[in-house]
C-alpha cells in the first residue's frame, strides 16, 4: 500500500489544531468553574447566591481584546461572521461608549478608535516593547543592516534609542485607562532581529510606529536645518 510523505505543512496544521482544542478545553474548565462560584451570605437569613456569569464573561473577553490590541483587532479571525457580531456587541457594550470630546487632538491610530475608548483598563499583560535601533534605521533608510556602528554612530544610536523610549513611554502614559506596566528596552547590538516581530494588531506595535513617525532619526534633524539654512 501506497503512503503519501508527510509533509511539514500537515504536521503543522495538526499541531495548530491540538493546540486549539486544548486552549478549549482550558477555557470551558475555567468558564464551568467561575460559573459554580456563589457569593457568600452577608448575614444568618441571607441565601447564597450564584456569581455574576455573565458580566465575568464579559469582563474576561474584554481583558482578552486588550491584551491583543483592541476589539477589531481580537476578532481579525472571524470579522463576518455571527459570533463575531455578537461577541462585537458584547465588547462595546461591556466598554461603554466613548466620549469624542476626550480624544479632542489625539492619534486615533495609536488611542484605538473613539469606542475603544474603556477597553485599556481591562488589560492585564504588562506592555513590553524592545527597540531595535539597527532594523528601525534600516527600515528608515530603505537599505539592509549594516556591518555595526563606530563609536560615534553608537552614542547617536542611543541618543536616538533614549528618544524613542521616552516618546513610547509618554505615548503611554496619555493612552486613556491603561494601568499596567509599560516596560521599553533599547537593543543597540541587533539581538532583536532573532525575535519574532511585534503583532501589528496589537498596542506595543502602535506605540512603537508612533513613536518611529514622530521622533527623527539620527541625521534628519541636522539635514533639515542645513535645507532650511540653504534655502534662506
Known amino acids: 500500500m501506497d503512503v503519501a510523505p508527510r509533509r511539514p505543512a500537515d504536521d503543522g496544521l495538526r499541531a ?12 470551558i474548565t475555567a468558564l464551568t468553574d467561575a460559573a459554580r462560584l456563589q457569593r457568600p451570605r452577608t448575614g444568618a437569613d441571607d441565601e447564597a447566591e450564584w456569581t455574576d ?3 465575568l464573561v464579559a469582563v474576561a473577553l474584554a481583558g482578552a481584546a486588550a ?3 483592541g476589539v477589531e483587532a481580537v476578532l481579525a479571525g472571524s470579522r463576518d461572521s455571527w459570533e463575531a457580531r455578537a461577541i462585537r ?4 457594550g461591556t466598554i461603554g461608549p466613548a466620549d469624542a470630546a476626550d480624544h479632542a487632538g489625539e492619534e486615533l491610530a495609536l488611542r484605538g478608535r473613539e469606542e475603544e475608548r474603556g477597553l485599556w483598563e481591562h488589560r492585564t499583560e504588562p506592555v513590553a516593547i524592545t527597540v531595535d535601533v539597527e532594523q528601525i534605521l534600516a527600515r528608515r533608510s530603505g537599505r539592509g543592516p549594516g556591518a555595526g556602528p563606530d563609536e560615534r554612530r553608537r552614542r547617536e544610536w542611543a541618543e536616538y ?11 503611554a502614559a ?3 485607562g491603561l494601568s499596567v506596566p509599560v516596560l521599553v528596552f533599547v537593543d543597540l547590538r541587533g539581538v532583536g532581529a532573532r525575535r ?8 506595543e506595535h502602535r506605540l512603537l510606529e508612533a513613536a518611529i513617525r514622530a521622533v527623527p532619526a539620527p541625521g534628519e534633524a541636522a539635514g533639515a536645518a542645513g535645507g ?5
Open 16 to 27: 495548530y489544531r491540538e493546540e486549539v482544542v486544548a486552549r478549549l478545553e482550558a477555557v
Open 53 to 55: 456569569w455573565a458580566e
Open 67 to 69: 491584551n491583543v490590541g
Open 89 to 92: 456587541r458584547l465588547l462595546r
Open 161 to 171: 534609542g533614549d528618544a524613542l523610549k521616552a516618546r513610547i513611554e509618554s505615548e
Open 174 to 176: 496619555a493612552v486613556p
Open 196 to 203: 519574532p516581530r511585534a503583532d501589528p494588531r496589537s498596542l
Open 228 to 232: 532650511a539654512a540653504e534655502r534662506e
